[in-house]
Nanobody, 121 residues
Framework: QVQLVESGGGSVQAGGSLRLSCAASGYTAYYMGWFRQAPGKEREAVACISSRGGTSEYGDSAKGRFTISRDNAKNTVYLHMNSLKPDDTAMYYC????????????????RGQGTQVTVSS
């Protein structure tokens, strides 16, 4: 049984930064990452990192502004978000699966409860 617990969300002004964390327990050798969903909008890929951290993928909106990393000793994945925009406002979900496709699509076998990010202009 894999459990994922997100933290680090909050409210920030446009141009600011946040770091999200996702602590995993149980079987942890999965690809892990983030997707997001805002009210009335479809799920959107954010970022994903391989089980050993060697490769990563980003959604178009995250490229150049967000960085995903992981510390396997702590079973934790991080999402560093810079230059935040009001359009980044959403619930951010951590997800884990055997590959990035499912993680980024929001269709992973394992996901957390989400952490809210609100960016004001």
């Amino acid at each position: 049984q894999v459990q994922l617990v997100e933290s680090g969300g909050g409210s920030v002004q446009a141009g600011g930064s946040l770091r999200l964390s996702c602590a995993a327990s149980g079987y942890t050798a999965y690809y892990m990452g983030w997707f997001r969903q805002a009210p009335g909008k479809e799920r959107e890929a954010v970022a994903c990192i391989s089980s050993r951290g060697g490769t990563s993928e980003y959604g178009d909106s995250a490229k150049g502004r967000f960085t995903i990393s992981r510390d396997n000793a702590k079973n934790t994945v991080y999402l560093h978000m810079n230059s935040l925009k009001p359009d980044d406002t959403a619930m951010y979900y951590c997800a884990a699966d055997v590959g990035c496709r499912a993680v980024l699509a929001g269709a992973a076998n394992h996901r957390g409860q989400g952490t809210q990010v609100t960016v004001s202009s």
